[in-house]
């Protein structure tokens, strides 16, 4: 048996979670080693009790890791264990990081530069609007869009990502083949086309239920660089991966609403607790700093990460000299329509690549 198959094993196994899992691996150095060990060695690792043992002993009975990942390949879904360079870095550090991942689409290195945005499942206009705004200004920075592919808040970061031409990541909180909700297949389906990809640590044909959303927003809290709330009331889900991140070390934005709103009362509670009011893109872009693009010579990030302007982005930030340059000049170098280059020249400001001066003049940054 593989080390991939005996954590696919422990992965369909009842009441058997990643901090069990560590503690056996200490004790018995390798995956495969545990589920051959007796029920008498079992019981040696710390919190491995007669009950665990014996689900573990009988594995067999419980679990077909063979035709698990037999399944996953025909549906063309990987999956990616923390041994593999397709984990997400950051997720090794948290305390109970997913045995293995189920990835439907494909995971880059540069999705380590992740930006959580989450709210609630009944969004208002403004709430979606807010969310589109800004997971657009994010996504179209550089920066992957991580949610939960929800109904409300989440749906519509994704597709604001999407629409940035940009990268998004759905972390969901059931089976691959139980995609919740049901209606979000299509988004889904773009999402893993080559924009991004749909995660979970569930195995292929787990319903979700209550357990597994704060499961998922663990996941994103943990391998997000920063979490956003863009709209949530005081009761919400998005509350627990809020707390979460703080927990994590990671920066907290959310944007307010009226204060007679109930949708934006969780919000209003997060601010007074002491995350950062936020009501554009920029704000988060100055606080995150190092984004995942570089100019020419900068190397704060390898050339191997960086993903390719397009060719509208190119030739423009190629008419744009160190020193001031005013945007009619910037639309004779570069030959492309008036509209295309002003709509150009916002997307490279807020990739930091470019510095706007009164009276629409550009420079290189």
Same mark, same amino acid.
């Given at each position: 048996?593989?080390?991939?198959?005996a954590?696919?094993?422990?992965?369909?196994?009842?009441?058997?979670?990643?901090?069990?899992?560590?503690?056996?691996?200490?004790?018995?150095?390798?995956?495969?080693?545990?589920?051959?060990?007796?029920?008498?060695?079992?019981?040696?690792?710390?919190?491995?009790?007669?009950?665990?043992?014996?689900i573990?002993?009988?594995?067999?009975?419980?679990?077909?890791?063979?035709?698990?990942?037999?399944?996953?390949?025909?549906?063309?879904?990987?999956?990616?264990?923390?041994?593999?360079?397709?984990?997400?870095?950051?997720?090794?550090?948290?305390?109970?990081?997913?045995?293995?991942?189920?990835?439907?689409?494909?995971?880059?290195?540069?999705?380590?530069?992740?930006?959580g945005i989450?709210?609630?499942?009944?969004?208002t206009?403004? &709430?979606?609007?807010v969310?589109?705004?800004?997971?657009?200004?994010?996504?179209?920075?550089?920066?992957?869009?991580?949610?939960?592919?929800?109904?409300?808040?989440?749906?519509?970061?994704?597709?604001?990502?999407?629409?940035?031409?940009?990268?998004?990541?759905?972390?969901?909180?059931?089976?691959?083949?139980?995609?919740?909700?049901?209606?979000?297949? &299509?988004?889904?389906?773009?999402?893993?086309? &080559?924009?991004?990809?749909?995660?979970?640590?569930?195995?292929?044909?787990?319903?979700?239920?209550?357990?597994?959303?704060?499961?998922?927003?663990?996941?994103?809290?943990?391998?997000?660089?920063?979490?956003?709330?863009?709209?949530?009331?005081?009761w919400?889900?998005?509350?627990?991966?809020?707390?979460?991140?703080?927990?994590?070390?990671?920066?907290?934005?959310?944007?307010? &609403?009226?204060?007679?709103?109930?949708s934006?009362?969780?919000?209003h509670?997060?601010?007074?607790?002491?995350a950062?009011?936020?009501?554009?893109?920029?704000?988060?872009?100055?606080?995150?700093?190092?984004?995942?693009?570089?100019?020419?010579?900068?190397?704060?990030?390898?050339?191997?990460?960086?993903?390719?302007?397009?060719?509208?982005?190119?030739?423009?930030?190629?008419?744009?000299?160190?020193?001031?340059?005013?945007?009619?000049?910037?639309?004779?170098?570069?030959?492309?329509?008036?509209?295309?280059?002003?709509?150009?020249?916002?997307?490279?400001?807020?990739?930091?690549?470019?510095?706007?001066?009164p009276?629409?003049?550009?420079?290189l940054?």
């Amino acid at each position: 048996m593989t080390a991939t198959e005996a954590l696919v094993a422990f992965n369909l196994l009842p009441k058997i979670g990643p901090v069990k899992v560590r503690r056996l691996l200490e004790v018995f150095g390798d995956p495969a080693s545990v589920l051959g060990a007796s029920v008498d060695k079992l019981m040696r690792a710390d919190g491995i009790g007669p009950e665990t043992a014996a689900i573990l002993h009988r594995w067999q009975d419980h679990a077909d890791p063979s035709a698990e990942i037999s399944e996953a390949k025909q549906r063309g879904i990987a999956i990616v264990t923390q041994d593999d360079a397709d984990y997400p870095a950051p997720l090794r550090d948290a305390y109970d990081p997913p045995l293995l991942l189920y990835v439907w689409g494909k995971l880059e290195p540069r999705d380590r530069h992740a930006i959580g945005i989450v709210g609630s499942r009944r969004a208002t206009p403004y &709430g979606r609007n807010v969310t589109k705004k800004l997971s657009f200004q994010l996504a179209g920075a550089g920066f992957t869009i991580l949610s939960g592919l929800a109904r409300g808040i989440d749906t519509t970061a994704h597709e604001a990502a999407l629409a940035a031409k940009g990268r998004t990541v759905a972390i969901i909180g059931s089976g691959l083949a139980k995609l919740y909700p049901p209606e979000n297949l &299509g988004l889904a389906e773009k999402i893993a086309e &080559g924009n991004g990809a749909v995660v979970s640590e569930f195995p292929l044909h787990t319903s979700p239920d209550k357990q597994t959303f704060p499961m998922r927003n663990r996941i994103v809290a943990a391998w997000s660089r920063a979490v956003l709330v863009t709209e949530c009331p005081a009761w919400s889900g998005s509350l627990i991966t809020a707390n979460l991140a703080s927990e994590y070390g990671k920066t907290v934005y959310a944007v307010p &609403g009226s204060i007679d709103t109930p949708s934006s009362m969780g919000c209003h509670q997060l601010i007074r607790d002491g995350a950062t009011l936020v009501f554009d893109g920029s704000q988060i872009l100055d606080d995150l700093g190092d984004l995942p693009f570089a100019r020419q010579g900068d190397t704060t990030e390898p050339a191997a990460d960086l993903p390719q302007l397009p060719e509208e982005e190119a030739k423009v930030l190629s008419a744009i000299g160190p020193d001031e340059r005013p945007v009619d000049r910037i639309i004779d170098a570069c030959g492309l329509p008036a509209p295309v280059v002003t709509a150009t020249l916002m997307k490279l400001e807020m990739k930091r690549l470019v510095r706007c001066y009164p009276g629409f003049r550009y420079s290189l940054r």
